[in-house]
């Protein structure tokens, strides 16, 4: 009976003792760290990361980062296994595993780097003093430009006259080299003219004749049609023969009258009239030209033969000067 409580005892006590050793033996083994978040995301995500994100533009990088958070993560958590709370070594182990995994981490620069900027300030340098330049080049210009105004006598010519070829009232071919020499003054009109053209006319010759007996100065005049379609020699010929001897008249095809009222700024356009003919809408203007058949003035519908005449003398006095 002793035997059997002594055996019993011993059991009890092996027993004691395994279940002693099995606890320290579990409190000493380290703990094995539980998968983390970042683990999960990276091992769910990363096949569709790799689809998503083209190699070019930092896929490794960007893996590699994961990968480096996660493993940062996971050292943090097994290393503060082992340390102990509310000792000072654990709390030494956890600040420098901190620190070290700050240290892994990237530190991005700022947006603006000091050499972008000073390029951005060289360059708005460059477009204010560009534009300066320019605005005081204007100004100059502007400037010049009115002081040789305020200087010469005149602006300019007029950009009228020029070269033509024509037929005169006796089918003789005409150019302007025909009246150099001469002070010349033009009169665009159509034979067809009911009292318009008939009157400037009138006005013309009297005028001629009233220059030359006052001044002693000779004027050819000179009457050129702008309606060339019914306008022929013959129609021409007969037409200037009422007005004065001395009174030229000239015609030619459709292009060479464009072309001639093109030069000389006159207006024309055929206009229907019920019951009637068709008329010719033109410029009423007469142009006074020198012996180089360069344009002096033109005078209006609103001189009278005497404006006229005393016109014309007065601009081939000042011509002489």
Not at 291 to 302: D, I, L, Q, R, S
Request: charged share 25%.
């Amino acid at each position: 009976m002793a035997t059997a409580i002594v055996r019993s005892a011993k059991n009890f006590r092996n027993l004691h003792q395994r279940f002693y050793f099995h606890t320290l033996l579990t409190k000493c083994r380290p703990p094995i760290p539980s998968p983390t978040i970042a683990d999960n995301i990276q091992h769910r995500a990363l096949p569709l990361i790799q689809q998503a994100i083209p190699f070019g533009i930092g896929f490794q990088s960007f893996v590699a980062d994961q990968r480096f958070s996660s493993t940062s993560t996971t050292t943090g958590t097994v290393q503060s296994g082992h340390s102990k709370p509310n000792s000072e070594g654990g709390d030494k182990s956890g600040d420098s595993n901190q620190s070290k995994s700050d240290t892994g981490k990237p530190i991005r620069g700022g947006p603006i780097s000091w050499l972008s900027f000073l390029l951005l300030a060289l360059t708005g340098a460059g477009i204010i003093w560009y534009y300066d330049k320019e605005k005081k080049q204007h100004i100059e210009e502007i400037n010049s430009a009115s002081q040789a105004v305020k200087q010469g006598p005149s602006v300019g010519k007029a950009a009228i006259g020029g070269p033509f070829k024509l037929i005169n009232h006796d089918g003789k071919n005409v150019t302007e080299k025909d009246f150099l020499g001469k002070w010349t003054v033009i009169y665009f009109g159509f034979t067809h003219c009911p009292d318009i053209c008939p009157d400037e006319l009138q006005k013309l010759a009297a005028a001629v004749d009233k220059i030359k007996e006052n001044s002693g100065i000779d004027i050819v005049p000179a009457f050129i049609s702008v309606d060339p379609e019914r306008d022929t020699v013959e129609q021409v010929r007969e037409y200037v023969k009422e007005f004065h001897p001395k009174l030229i008249g000239l015609t030619g095809s459709p292009d060479e009258i464009r072309n001639i009222a093109r030069a000389y700024r006159v207006y024309y356009m055929k206009t229907a009239e019920e019951d009637s003919d068709y008329l010719v809408d033109h410029s009423i203007v007469m142009y006074l030209m020198s012996p180089k058949m360069e344009f002096v003035k033109f005078f209006g519908k609103n001189n009278d033969v005497n404006s006229l005449a005393d016109g014309i003398i007065k601009e081939i006095k000042q011509y002489k000067r």
